[in-house]
């Protein structure tokens, strides 16, 4: 959620979808005072790695509806969200964005990874599939981090 929110902040206070790489940067920088130029430059990639915003060459696109999107006031994001998620910790992001409570998620990952004897990132792509939560844009993400397990 932290991290949706603040990819979003800029193009929510433009109230557009789209907006240049430069612009977005000196939003979170600048106008908000959340984060460094560098840092702000690395929200784009791990946002991007995500599927929150997509590049569309010197212009960045937000994926979702910029009107779905709420900003509170006091909101001011953790330096956390500059870090990559694994691809468990994305999918348990959706799962638990579609209304699972997080610790029944897990146990129930847990429990699957147990009984079809998979990695947890497999494990958790089956459950989340099961439970009918989209984690499409992490298959590829989870195919690289079993075969990465077979090595």
């Known amino acids: 959620m932290s991290l949706r929110v603040a990819a ?13 790489e430069n612009e977005f940067v000196v939003s ?16 784009v990639d791990v946002a991007t790695e995500a599927g929150i915003i997509e590049r569309d060459g010197e212009t960045l696109v937000l994926t979702t509806d910029v009107a779905e999107v709420q900003v509170p006031e006091e909101f001011v994001p953790d330096e956390d969200v500059l870090t990559e998620r694994s691809p468990f910790e994305r999918i348990l992001d959706a799962i638990v964005a579609d209304g699972q409570p997080k610790h029944e998620a897990v146990g ?44």
Do not use: H, K
Not at 8 to 20: I, L, N
Not at 123 to 148: C, I, K, S
């Open 8 to 20: 979003a902040a800029p193009f929510v206070q433009r109230g557009t979808q789209s907006m240049r």
């Open 28 to 43: 979170l920088s600048m106008d908000r005072d959340w984060f460094s130029p560098d840092q702000a430059t690395r929200l």
């Open 108 to 151: 129930a990952i847990n429990a699957c990874q147990q009984s079809l004897g998979l990695t947890i990132e497999a494990a958790a792509l089956v459950y989340a599939r099961r439970e009918g939560v989209d984690v499409a844009d992490v298959r590829p993400d989870v195919r690289e981090a079993v075969l990465d397990a077979d090595a």
